[in-house]
């Protein structure tokens, strides 16, 4: 079963510019009323990093992360699905999802991920 994405952007009134996370000002105007809006679409890899030394809760020796750009410009920061960078791309397309990334307190904790499509 899909989880519905848990991410909230919000969408600067006055000049469109699009805050995630939340910012009590624009960052570009200045103005304090935005607009909630949900990522949509796939996204377009913009950056990834690999992180070693993981903290407790993690299962997997190391971790693929990457920030991507959903097709209505909302970036955001999620797990890359894969198994080693040798695949990976900049502008690449992913494929979002809402899974568990990690235990805590023996409850599973959701987040961000993203699958390369092929
Ligand atoms: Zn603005």
């Known amino acids: 079963m899909k ?7 919000f969408q600067c009134k006055k000049c469109g510019r699009i805050h995630y996370p939340y910012h009590d000002r624009c960052l570009d105007c200045k103005n304090r009323e935005f607009e909630p809006i949900k990522p949509k679409g796939n996204a377009r890899l913009l950056t990834y990093t690999v992180i070693f030394n993981l903290p407790w809760g993690f299962d997997q020796r190391f971790l ?21 960078i040798d ?11 809402w899974e568990p990334v990690r235990v805590q307190a023996g409850e599973d904790v959701y987040g961000l ?5 092929q």
């Open 3 to 9: 989880k519905e994405i848990a991410i909230t952007a």
């Open 87 to 97: 695949r990976l791309k900049l502008g690449m397309e992913v494929r979002p999802s």
């Open 64 to 84: 693929i992360l990457g920030v991507a750009e959903f097709e209505n410009k909302i970036k955001a920061m999620g797990q890359i699905k894969a198994d080693s």
């Open 113 to 117: 991920k993203f699958e390369p499509v």
